[in-house]
Every structure is written in structure tokens, then in C-alpha cells.
């Protein structure tokens, strides 16, 4: 049996055989060639893979499972499509050389030059390029692709990296695992693997090297930890923990398109969690009520040279607002500084950058920065239902200092004729003890709050909540942090706005019993928890849940606290 460590993408275990999806390096021949001839062969490579491209388009259409099937396709049409693409062949052709050697002068040229801008869009239409010109080659050659479609029987997928492409036609009940060498949460492979429920681990380096097709792998994508060559003893406590986790998917799908409400029927929203425009799929397919969360620095943290465009932003809040579909998106602006770093930016040295320049704080002090992501947010504001959310706001100045910002590039939108919603809300995390504390003052001002627990603890006990030497502060049931969500709500409520959690406290289901009996008008988790909340409110009454919380708040220590939700699930199981 043979360890291996990775990183964890999709959560999950699998136990299967190795189906291992190992694409052929193309020896590419340079001969010289007549060019007449090379061209018609060039035609007919672009007319056969245009055609393969639209009948999978159609297919898709009709039988997508993962959103952006599609859209992956259309890009590669319009790639086969492009005159200037196919101009640089046919130029290369024209000096005498063979057909194949001309794509791959042309593909690797301007794939190159895309690559080599600051660019993230730019850079996924290089991997268009790139796909293309491979699939051209193939043809070219009379060589097969190997795709996810010579998957005949259940098995994990073992690749150096999953393309775009590859994902295609991807089948939940034969793929029931994906393990591959390169890539990251945030890979094209690990939000397919999540919009799935396909558990994944990436980071394997050499993994082709020492699987075989057909071996035997447990994997844990929770963990991130590989076993080839199980025995026995494994293998079986494996499958227990598959079944058991297929006997859970199978009791939480009923939960999924469920309302959310108490077993009395009080209501309230529940919603997700993202990091990427991409993981709409999974939430909608979780029954999410709406984005209660879109952490828009992971668009600022993955670009490579700059700080991302506006109109790179507004095609993703764009995809985001489409995507649901009506449903409130709550869109956070730029939260970065203290454990949030950008490749390209340096930071200045601060003693305590957690109470630094981050966050609006960063937004202000880089108000350009700030002004263009709200451009591109009221651009995309047409599209659906959104909400603009500013973090770590501790005064009633600086919400201000942020709506004025949001009013002025509106009414500069609009005199250049470009069109607004209306409906737009603007919201504030509560995190900072000073924003709860004045939470009532603070609603006069705001459209809805968002009650970010994760700062909101660190910063109320003075612990920070990556340090290991102070965790055992880091208490989310403390009552001091318990008065400042009261305080929250009660302030919400009493101007009329309403009150939400969106920190990993409402991903407990303690925790969010406590936080519903505490009269919190939403919860926003992770996509793949929504069902488990969902499932949880359904089996109490609101009344013990207010009674619960009311107790809760008396205590004079979290462990006390804990008590009292412990005693409140043990009647429920008794």
C-alpha cells in the first residue's frame, strides 16, 4: 500500500479502479510538402472537427450537467472559426511546409502572445488556442483523443491536468473520483469536481508514474489522502464510508429544492457561498436561495500580473447574476490585507496588518482600484438582482464614504448612457465589535446587514484565527460574540432592513439553530451544506429555537452555551 499526500478539492471518498486519461505527445513531422495538397488537408481537419463541435454542442444543450459544457465548446468553434487563425496556417503552409507543422507554428505564435498579457480572459482563450490546435493535429495525424467518453465502467480518473474540454460529457455515476498531478481548488477541474459532488484531490506531482490503469486507489478528498494498492482492511473501511456517504446523499436529496423553514414553517433564506462564477452550478443544484457571499478577491488573487479589468469583472459578475437567475447575489467588494496577499502588489509593512489597510480600508486608500470594481458591478447590475457589500466597515462615515462612491460612478454610467438597475441594494459586514455596537445608526444608512462571524470573533476576542497558539480563544459559541449578533439583528430589525450570517458559524448546524432562533433573516454557507442546514431547521419548532437562544445569551461561558444546544439536539433525538 503506497501514501500519498494532496490537496484537497472536493470532499468525498472514493474507492475504484484507476481509469487513467494520459494524452499522446504529438511527434509532429516537418517535411516539405506541396501546398495545394496541404491546404485541402487543412480543410477537411477544420471541417470534420467543426462538424464533431456542433453535433456535441447540440447534445450538450439538451444534456448539460455541468454549466459551461457549452460555452467551452462555442469557444472552440469560434477559435476554428477565426479567420486571422486560419490565415496564419495557410501563410505557413505557403513556405513549403506540411500541414501539421503549419497549426503548430500558428497555434503556438499567438497562443504565446496571449499568454504573455496580464490578461485572464485572454489567457483562457490561449487554452482555447492551445485545445484546438492539439484537436487539429490529431485529426491531422489520424490520431484518437482520449476523452472522458472511453469511460466504460465505474472508475477514478487519474490525469496529469483535466482540460476544459475533458470535462465534457462528464458522468457523476462512472467518474467516482478525480485524482490528478497539477492543479488547485480553483482549477477548471476542482469546480467541476464540486459542482458534481465528485470527490477530488490535486497536487499529486509523478502521479503518472505510478498508476497503472486498472490499480486500486481509495482516495479522500475532504483530507486529501491517496492510498494505492489498498488492503483489505482498508479497501472495506473505505466502502463502509462510501455507503454511508451515498445513504447521506440519498436522505439529503430531498432537502435540495426543499423550503427552508422550521418544522412551525418559519421561513427564512438560505443561501451560498462562493469564490467564482463557476460555482453557481453547484449552488442552484444545492437548492441555494441566492449568493448570500461572493468573495470577489479571489478574481483580484488568482490574476498573475495586475489587478483585474473592469471588463474581466463585469463578464464574471455578469455570468454570477445570470446564473441565478433572479435570485439576490450579494457581491462583496474587494476584501484583501492581512492572510490575503496578491502576487503582484506589495504590501506595505504594518506592525498588525488584521488592523491595517485592508479591506474597504485598501478600497479607499486605492480608490480607483475601488471605482473600477464598481463600475463593472452596476454594469452587471441589469442582469439580475444584486446587492454590493463593503467589508470591515467600523463608522457610519465610511458606509457613507462607500455609497457616495457607488452614486457618483452611477450617475457617470448613466450620462455615458449605459444602463443601471435600480434595485440595486448596498449592504455592510458586521466583523469589527464597533459596527455591532452601533448597529442601529448603521442600519439607518444600509439596505440589508451580513454579519461576517469569522472576523467578527477574531477581532472581539482579540484572537487571531490562524494563530494556533491563541485558538483555544477563537470561540464562536463566546457569549460576548453571542450579545454582538443580538445587537446586530435587533439594530437591523429595528430600521427595517434585514440581518444575514454569512460565516462558517451558519454552516454549523448548531450553530445555525442558534443563529435562527436568534431571529437571523438568512444563512449563507458552502454550496454543499445547504441540504444538511436545510434538513436540521426542518426538525424543530421556532419557538424552542427562540427559547434556546434566549437561554443561550444568559450563559456565562461557551461551554455553557454549548450545553444548551447539545440538550436542545439530544431532545430532538430522544
Known sequence: MHKLEGIPVSGGMALGACFVLRRPVLMIPHYAADPAQERQRLQEAFGTLEEKIRVLIAREAQ?????????????????????????????????????EAAVEQAGHEMASRLL?????????????????????????????VPGIQDLQNP?????????????????????????????????????????LGIPAVSGLPGLLDLVQPGQQVCLDGTSGQVLLDPDAETRLLFTRHVQRQQEEEKELAAYRQAPTQTRDG???????????????????????????????????????????????????YVQVLRDMKGHDVIIRTLDIGGDKQLRYYRF?????????????????????????????LLRASVCGSLRIMFPMIATREEFSRARAIVQEEKDHLQRQGIPVSPAIRLGLMIEIPAAALQAES????????????????????????????????????????????????????????????????????????????????????????????????????YAELQQTA?????????????????????????
Open 63 to 99: 444534456n448539460q450537467t455541468v454549466k459551461g459544457e457549452p460555452q467551452i465548446l462555442e469557444a472552440h468553434l469560434l477559435m476554428l472559426e477565426d479567420p486571422d487563425f486560419r490565415q496564419r496556417i495557410e501563410q505557413n503552409i505557403a513556405t513549403g511546409i506540411n500541414a
Open 116 to 144: 504573455a498579457l496580464p490578461d485572464a480572459y485572454l489567457a483562457d482563450r490561449a487554452t482555447d488556442i492551445q485545445e484546438v490546435t492539439y484537436r487539429l493535429q490529431c485529426h491531422l495525424l489520424h490520431q484518437t
Open 155 to 195: 472508475a477514478v480518473l487519474v490525469t496529469r491536468e483535466l482540460a476544459p474540454a475533458d470535462t465534457i460529457g462528464m458522468n457523476r455515476n462512472l467518474v467516482l473520483g478525480i485524482l490528478s498531478e497539477t492543479g488547485g481548488v480553483t482549477s477548471h477541474a476542482s469546480i467541476i469536481a464540486r459542482s
Open 266 to 316: 418559519h421561513s427564512l433564506l438560505l443561501a451560498a457561498n462562493i469564490a467564482h462564477a463557476g460555482e453557481t452550478v453547484q449552488a442552484l443544484s444545492s437548492g441555494a436561495q441566492g449568493i448570500g457571499l461572493m468573495r470577489s478577491e479571489f478574481l483580484y488573487m488568482e490574476s498573475k500580473d495586475s489587478f483585474p479589468g473592469e471588463e474581466e469583472q463585469y463578464r464574471q
Open 348 to 376: 506595505p509593512e504594518e506592525e498588525n496588518p488584521f488592523l491595517g489597510v485592508r479591506a474597504i480600508r485598501f478600497g479607499f486608500a486605492h480608490e480607483e482600484i475601488l471605482r473600477t470594481q464598481i463600475r463593472a
Open 442 to 541: 448603521l442600519a439607518g444608512e444600509a439596505d440589508f446587514f451580513s454579519i461576517g462571524t469569522n472576523d467578527l470573533i477574531q477581532y472581539t476576542l482579540a484572537a487571531d484565527r490562524l494563530n494556533p497558539g491563541v485558538q483555544y480563544l477563537y470561540q464562536p459559541f463566546h457569549p460576548a460574540v453571542l450579545k454582538l449578533i443580538q445587537m446586530s439583528i435587533a439594530g437591523a430589525h429595528a430600521r427595517g432592513i434585514p440581518c444575514g450570517i454569512c460565516g462558517e458559524m451558519a454552516a454549523d448546524p448548531a450553530g445555525a439553530l442558534l443563529l435562527c432562533g436568534m431571529g437571523a433573516d438568512a444563512l449563507s454557507c458552502s454550496p454543499a451544506l445547504i441540504p444538511s442546514i436545510r434538513r436540521t431547521l426542518h426538525q424543530y419548532d
Open 550 to 574: 434566549q437561554q443561550a445569551l444568559q450563559q456565562e461561558d461557551a461551554g455553557q452555551v454549548r450545553q444548551c444546544l447539545a440538550e436542545l439536539m439530544e431532545r430532538r433525538q430522544a
